[in-house]
């Protein structure tokens, strides 16, 4: 089993250190150009990323866990404890938007002036910049390594993004405007978006928890793989797959003809295997052999 051991489990932990690291210098920015702007918007701005925080905090718990080998209570592994991170991270999503709504409501009734501050701006902008870099980075490396902790973080990041260039646009219009209004009407707006985008991620991830079956094209790869590598045998039926975070469960009956010897039968399972793993990282792979006469006549046929 491919577990996120070694060098492999060090960069993985590694890059959820640095989240964290990412996450607090966005929030030191953002605090300070609530503070020299008196935004709401900004304040909205600085409490999402306070999740962000969070949200990183339970990534490296996730990485850790799921890393850990498959054992006599969990024989399947542990991959499976990064959805759990997904699905915190979305519900902290969630939560922030009620947060911006509360501080949106609170700039409506109180009508607070915004004040111009360059230095305010700026360091709103380098926020930004900073979280969209790495939101980039982290929804690259998680889709290559298939972590979902990882693309959750990610997504949570990128969502943030959108907040600090709706919030920048908004406290631009309420300087060149004077309509105190649009700064907690542009939060609500916001808000609404980061919303969207935690139920996205919860749907999404209680996807993995509930054995969602892997994509068409990885399921139409591996039965190209089977008709091409089983020859000797007859068909494959009865093809199932399950995605656990970093691992493809694949189960089938293989149909041999019933005169073949067990040890003819298992070097055709082992070819199959063996051109699996090569083409689908992280294949977990049971094949239940069984003589012709059980063939469906449907299915995988071997060329």
């Not at 060098?7 to 690291?21: H, Y």
């Not at 902790?149 to 600090?164: C, E, I, P, R």
């Not at 790869?221 to 199932?240: F, N, P, Q, Y």
Request: proline share 3%; net charge negative; glycine share 8%.
């Amino acid at each position: 089993m491919q577990q996120g051991t070694g060098m492999d489990l060090k960069i993985r932990l590694r890059i959820a250190i640095l989240s964290i690291a990412v996450g607090l210098a966005v929030l030191a920015l953002k605090v300070g150009a609530y503070l020299l702007t008196g935004s709401v918007a900004l304040y909205s701005d600085a409490l999402e990323t306070t999740v962000n925080i969070a949200s990183s905090l339970a990534t490296l718990a996730a990485v850790w866990f799921a890393a850990k080998p498959a054992d006599s209570n969990h024989p399947y592994g542990h991959d499976k404890a990064e959805y759990f991170a997904a699905v915190l991270v979305g519900v902290m999503i969630v939560l922030a938007a009620v947060s911006i709504f509360h501080a949106a409501w609170i700039g409506f009734t109180a009508g607070d002036s915004v004040t111009y501050s360059p230095a305010g701006i700026a360091m709103n902008v380098v926020a930004a910049l900073i979280n969209g870099a790495w939101a980039r980075f982290l929804m690259r490396y998680g889709k290559r390594e298939r972590s979902p902790a990882l693309v959750a973080d990610g997504k949570h990041l990128q969502a943030d993004v959108l907040t600090s260039v709706g919030v920048l646009v908004g406290v631009i219009l309420v300087l060149v405007t004077g309509w105190k209004i649009l700064d907690p009407a542009l939060a609500v707006l916001v808000g609404l978006a980061v919303l969207w985008s935690g139920w996205e991620l919860v749907k999404e991830s209680v996807g993995g928890l509930m054995d969602e079956s892997a994509s068409s094209d990885v399921l139409k790869k591996i039965r190209v793989l089977i008709s091409e590598h089983g020859e000797g045998a007859l068909e494959a039926h009865d093809l199932r797959t399950r995605i656990a975070g970093r691992s493809t469960f694949i189960d089938f009956h293989l149909v041999v003809p019933g005169t073949m010897s067990v040890v003819q039968a298992h070097d055709i399972c082992d070819r199959i295997e063996e051109a699996i793993r090569e083409d689908v990282p992280g294949a977990h792979i049971t094949m239940h052999v069984e003589p012709e006469h059980k063939a469906k006549h449907s299915g995988i046929v071997v060329l």
